[in-house]
């Protein structure tokens, strides 16, 4: 099986490896046959992300997080759904393809300097400054009206969210002073969308940015990939200059970005090191447990840090890793598990505020201005589900502003193998969950007739343990009472992805 190659693999996790194995793409939109009932109402396309080749001749990507880009379509129309698929055509998969070696480097796995340089090319080699991949295997994200697949470096590639076609490839650093970019950008309800990304200063300094791009506008002339107008509203000095922290999203309220400055940093000597030590980006990340966690607060619409805002509270829910170990290893989540928290800031604090004082007002709410426990957003019962991972929300009208449901990925194994729906108010859990079926990140779609926030459907796409019988299926869950109402099962493999988004356009 081209699957066992990980490193980390134990006995246990073997058979799962059909997961994550090489598949191959299904460019042509295939019918799939459909269990039960897929509502009419539901017209556009689950876009999903994630790696699917993780071979070129004789290498291997080591981590999964390194295989090739695949993106995948379930285009839903009038109860009916059809799947499609193809590889990102990145730098990274093309220089691969006609070398048929690991040529790029990607975060967990280094390419070697190419064997066919002689001794002392392969030596300098060694000190330059590694290039970053194309290789976005992480989400579908939307800048002016377009869709991109996006991963952390200062590259994303602009794709035909219909024929799932590359196109341009898009540096940031043509546009702002960044030298990457999150995979997790947020939308505000004008359409503009705001994201993070990483600055050095030559000096020594590094910063943390916050990107807006203006909302589209009328296109004239050709279709082409731009960020024009966008603008780095905010910068944060790094508190460790030469260690700045590693993020992989933020938080967006209507009024404010809250950022997270946390202890797991990225050592930027050791970066330096390791290239000539041949080392992957994966480990110049570091833990670093005398950092204190600092959240940083900016007003989004004036770019201005602040604290001291007359607004009463903002509430943050965010997932905690209990474990600094789980970005090393592959095999994840034997190591850690992940849970919700909620962090309330209080904005009226001064020097006066008193400190036995519960800043916190909020209906709904117990959190308090001195601590939030551990457990507080959720029961025990969580703990039997392994901790969540894949967070949604009903995005659309709730980003930004109080919202009752979450739903996310249950991971009682090493991959997820349950689905979620929690009720932040009264910590009443929904689970839907059958032995041996795997199920991806899902997302809520809105009924059109929605009154309530839980009206509509979550979906995702399953995965099942016997790989070989190509059993999977997109899953259609009724929001509400997370039952399920209907299946298309999809006659190839598909591996198990990353993040995915539904496109109402088709
Ligand atoms: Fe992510």
Redesign the pocket.
């Known amino acids: 099986m081209k699957g066992l190659f990980f490193v980390e693999f134990s006995h246990t996790a073997l058979s799962l490896a059909n997961l994550v194995s090489t598949v191959e793409e299904t460019p042509d939109p295939i019918p799939t046959t459909i269990k039960g009932t897929i509502p009419s109402w539901i017209n556009g396309s689950f876009l999903r992300n994630g790696p699917g080749k993780f071979e070129f001749g004789e290498d291997r990507y080591t981590h999964w997080f390194d295989g090739m880009a695949m993106m995948h379509r379930f285009h839903i129309c009038e109860g009916n759904v059809t799947y499609s698929s193809r590889f990102l055509r990145s730098d990274s998969y093309v220089q691969n393809s006609e070398k048929n070696r690991i040529v790029v480097s990607e975060f967990g796995t280094f390419a070697s300097p190419d064997p066919c340089k002689n001794i002392f090319e392969r030596f300098f080699s060694r000190f330059q400054i590694p290039k970053a991949t194309d290789n976005a295997a992480?989400?579908f994200v939307k800048y002016k009206g377009d869709y991109y697949v996006s991963t952390e470096t200062n590259y994303m590639r602009r794709v035909d969210p219909q024929s799932l076609e590359t196109k341009e490839k898009v540096d940031w650093t043509q546009y702002v002073a960044v030298n990457s970019a999150t995979?997790?950008p947020h939308y505000d309800r004008e359409g503009a969308t705001y994201n993070m990304g990483n600055s050095y200063g030559r000096d020594g300094s590094s910063f943390y940015n916050i990107i807006r791009v203006p909302p589209p506008e009328e296109k004239e002339g050709e279709d082409s990939a731009e960020l024009n107008g966008a603008e780095v509203i905010c910068s944060i000095p790094a508190t460790e200059p030469r260690k700045p922290s590693y993020y992989?999203?933020f938080v967006m309220s209507e009024n404010y970005i809250v950022f997270v400055e946390q202890p797991i940093k990225l050592d930027l000597i050791r970066f330096l090191l390791y290239r000539i030590m041949g080392k992957s980006f994966n480990q110049i990340m570091v833990w670093d447990p005398q950092c204190d966690t600092i959240f940083h607060l900016v007003n989004r619409h004036t770019g201005k840090v602040r604290w001291n805002e007359s607004a009463a509270h903002i509430f943050i829910q965010c997932q905690e890793v209990q474990s600094r170990k789980c970005i090393h290893s592959w095999f994840y989540n034997s190591l850690c598990r992940t849970l919700p928290r909620r962090y309330v800031l209080p904005l009226t604090v001064d020097e006066d505020t008193p400190l036995d004082q519960n800043l916190v007002t909020l209906p709904n709410c117990t959190a308090t201005a001195k601590q939030t426990k551990p457990g507080e957003l959720h029961s025990d019962e969580l703990l039997q589900y392994g901790g969540l991972e894949f967070p949604h929300i009903n995005y659309d009208k709730y980003n930004g502003r109080p919202y009752r449901y979450f739903y996310s990925c249950g991971f009682g194994h090493v991959f997820s193998d349950s689905l979620l729906k929690m009720d932040v108010h009264t910590k009443e859990l929904k689970v839907w969950r059958y032995p041996g079926l795997y199920p991806s990140e899902p997302v809520f779609v809105a009924s059109p007739k929605a009154t309530e926030e839980d009206d509509g459907v979550v979906i995702c796409n399953l995965l099942c343990i016997s790989f070989q019988d190509k059993s999977t299926f997109l899953l259609v869950l009724d929001a509400k009472t997370f039952t399920e109402l209907g299946r298309a099962e999809v006659p190839v493999n598909i591996p198990y992805g990353?993040?995915g988004v539904f496109n109402e356009m088709g």
């Open positions: 992480v989400n995979a997790h992989h999203s990353f993040h």
